[in-house]
């Protein structure tokens, strides 16, 4: 059997939930203390958390997360458009009540989702993909490949 289609145990569906829940909600914890508040020991809980977000060590736990956002987002009608218009609305009546500023940052995330701005950061990386030959770029998409296999449809673990 598959690794990606292994049963989630109790305490794994729990931190998924509540990671879910922690993504989309108005807490703010971290993935150690959400590992925490499922039941994992308070000592391994950052090895937990870390393994479980992991795609190579818990590929079905990530599938899982995936599932539970994809539904949250449904079932809370959340969609481009949608979101695209409420702030449409809200940049309306910010301006009909003269709070210029305000008008003026949901027409700026209209403009984000509308794809006419991105935001650009500058990280200084000493193993950028730039400074490698296309014998260690290929090596380095083997192993994203390989790393991922569990996500790519059609493909056994043998591959």
Partial sequence: ??????TLTE?????????????????SLTNTQVAMKAGYSPDSSYQRAYELLNPRI???VVKYIGELKEDFRIKNH???DKHMARLNYLGQVAEENKM???ALRAEELRGKVAG????????KNTDGLDDLSVEELELKMKQILSDNKHFIEGKNDEN
């Fill in 1 to 6: 059997m598959k690794l990606i289609n292994k």
């Fill in 11 to 27: 305490m794994q569906k729990m931190f998924s939930r509540l990671y879910v829940e922690n993504h989309y909600g108005n807490s």
């Fill in 58 to 60: 818990c590929p079905h």
């Fill in 78 to 80: 959340i969609d481009p």
């Fill in 100 to 102: 210029v500023g305000v």
């Fill in 116 to 123: 006419y701005y991105i935001d650009k950061q500058i990280i």
